[in-house]
T-cell receptor, first 114, second 114 residues
């Protein structure tokens, strides 16, 4: 399986509820980023968490990182219908010397029902 | 400060034709990445470039695909003799430096091969 695997693959909740998505990865990373993609659109950068950080907040978003378990979670509190989108985690890892690249999982499709 | 600009947004090509996709990074960004996304899939890394240099092209097919990021002008992803399997959304991202900084994405080019 590829670096950066999100689960669940799909999540359906009611407006106002919290949504939690998880991401696991395999190799050591420098940082981990979360992105949102609305259907048919580009990716919007949400938050970056560095390998020496454990938790980060941005508005209604809370990201945690556990490097010992090689996992991260994205929590969206008080969800809104407009949060309906696919959410991807992306990890950067050294690739062949000093090169690095962002590797994405397949994403979690979040549906927030009004 | 305009974001990452990709054009065209939609491109239709007949089998055997050439497709040229353009990406202008954000102002001040010298690192460009190309990704391909198939329907219902995550983003697959293709190539990582800096100005006038290809840093990592491990995700790019060996034949028919090429990428460049000249000293002046946008980055170009070129696909020669397109086949139906090349139909996908192609995203470009840019960052200030290669390591440990946010990568910002364009809206993508949706290539359809008929």
């Amino acid at each position: 399986s590829q670096q950066g695997e999100e689960d669940p693959q799909a999540l359906s909740i009611q407006e106002g509820e919290n949504a939690t998505m998880n991401c696991s990865y395999k190799t050591s990373i420098n940082n981990l980023q979360w992105y949102r993609q609305n259907s048919g659109r580009g990716l919007v950068h949400l938050i970056l968490i560095r390998s020496n950080e454990r938790e980060k907040h941005s508005g209604r978003l809370r990201v945690t990182l556990d490097t010992s378990k090689k996992s991260s979670s994205l929590l969206i509190t008080a969800s809104r219908a407009a949060d309906t989108a696919s959410y991807f985690c992306a990890t950067d890892a050294l690739s062949g010397g000093s090169n690095y690249k962002l590797t994405f999982g397949k994403g979690t499709l979040l549906t927030v029902n009004p | 400060n305009a974001g990452v600009m990709q054009n065209p947004r939609h491109l239709v090509r007949r089998r055997g034709q050439e497709a040229r996709l353009r990406c202008s990074p954000m102002k001040g960004h010298s690192h460009v990445y190309w990704y391909r996304q198939l329907p219902e899939e995550g983003l697959k890394f293709m190539v990582y470039l800096q100005k006038e240099n290809i840093i990592d092209e491990s995700g790019m097919p060996k034949e028919r695909f090429s990428a460049e990021f000249p000293k002046e002008g946008p980055s170009i992803l070129r696909i020669q003799q397109v086949v139906r399997g090349d139909s996908a959304a192609y995203f470009c991202a840019s960052s200030v430096t290669g390591l440990g900084t946010e990568a910002f994405f364009g809206q993508g080019t949706r290539l359809t091969v008929v």
